[in-house]
């Protein structure tokens, strides 16, 4: 359940530490900003897994929304289920 994930950023600026440790052993947490989903707090190797698939996929092309078209490709989505970074 996403509820388990969800922090806010109040919490994370006062905790740090706490939610920074969690991610030993939880995937991710999502970080809220006026009740609103903001970022991803995300393990670093975790991430660089995820970059390394994508890019020995070919699915990786730059920093920018050129990414968008070739995921929602793969996975079937719509661009406007995928949040852009």
């Not at 530490?17 to 989903?37: A, G, Q, R």
């Not at 070919?58 to 929602?72: G, T």
């Amino acid at each position: 359940m996403i509820s388990n994930k969800v922090i806010s950023i109040s919490e994370l600026k006062t905790q740090p530490s706490k939610y920074v440790n969690l991610l030993k052993t939880e995937w991710d947490k999502y970080i809220f900003v006026h009740s609103k989903p903001k970022a991803v707090l995300m393990d670093v190797e975790k991430y660089e897994k995820i970059i390394s698939f994508l890019e020995e996929n070919n699915l990786w092309f730059s920093d920018d929304e050129n990414i968008i078209k070739p995921i929602n490709e793969v996975l079937g989505w719509d661009e406007k289920e995928f949040i852009f970074w």
